[in-house]
């Protein structure tokens, strides 16, 4: 099992502006994901935040826009970048721990609302 | 990468028996099933996963057929709290694992 922290939890933000999303965990960890839920909708991964590497971003999602840092096993952060009321979402931090095979733990989430 | 596919929705009464299935017909040799369950709010939290034939833990069962083109997620005895959305994802951990969820099943679950 694994404690997975996300901060904030929950903002309010302007169109045009940046928010950084901050993902904590308490066990190592192989694998590291960021995903978006919007409402009622399924989880899309936006992309795999690789230790001391660039992210891999899926189809769809640039580092320009969601520039993602891992320096460590267990901290990672996801910036929103020039948001816009289109990125108003859920953003889910998501983790694999090391010796585990597919089991995923997920954050409690970052409910982001642009104005 | 094996793609899934589920039932939009579903509906049961408390008590009944419930089963979930999905298809995923280009499943790899290598890959596991998984399924997660998520409530409003909520990140999605893992439920059971196998390989082949039937996997059992204390709340659910998980049936795989021998040609593993699809599952079956069992659900006993389900009772208002089980009214989530399911989903099931196929792959196998390391370098090139991307879990993608699918729509998943959202089920409700009556009185």
């Known amino acids: 099992s694994a404690v997975i922290s996300q901060k904030p939890s929950r903002d309010i933000c302007q169109r045009g502006t940046s928010l950084t999303i901050q993902c904590q965990v308490d066990?190592?960890?192989?694998?590291m994901f960021w995903y978006r839920q919007q409402p009622g909708q399924s989880l899309t991964l936006i992309a795999t935040?690789?230790?001391?590497?660039?992210?891999?971003?899926e189809s769809g999602f640039v580092i320009d826009k969601f520039p993602i840092s891992r320096p460590n096993l267990t901290f990672s952060t996801l910036t929103v970048s020039n948001m816009s009321p289109e990125d108003s979402s859920i953003y889910l931090c998501?983790?694999?721990?090391?010796?585990?095979?597919?089991?995923?733990?997920f954050g409690p989430g970052t409910r982001l609302t642009v104005l | 990468l094996a793609k899934t596919t589920q039932p939009i929705s579903m509906d049961s009464y408390e008590g009944q028996e419930v089963n979930i299935t999905c298809s995923h017909n280009?499943?790899?040799?290598?890959?596991?099933i998984t399924w997660y369950q998520q409530f409003p709010s909520q990140g999605p939290r893992f439920i059971i996963q196998?390989?082949?034939t039937k996997v059992t833990n204390e709340v659910a069962s998980l049936f795989i057929p021998a040609d593993r083109k699809s599952s079956t997620l069992s659900l006993p005895r389900v009772s208002l709290s089980d009214t989530a959305v399911y989903y099931c994802?196929?792959?196998?951990?390391?370098?090139?694992?991307?879990?993608?969820f699918g729509r998943g099943t959202s089920l409700i679950v009556h009185p």
């Open positions: 998501s983790v694999i721990l090391a010796g585990d095979y597919n089991e995923q733990f």
């Open positions: 066990s190592q960890v192989t694998m």
């Open positions: 935040a690789n230790q001391g590497s660039e992210a891999t971003y």
């Open positions: 280009n499943i790899a040799t290598n890959d596991y």
């Open positions: 196998g390989y082949k």
């Open positions: 994802l196929v792959g196998v951990s390391g370098g090139s694992y991307i879990p993608t």
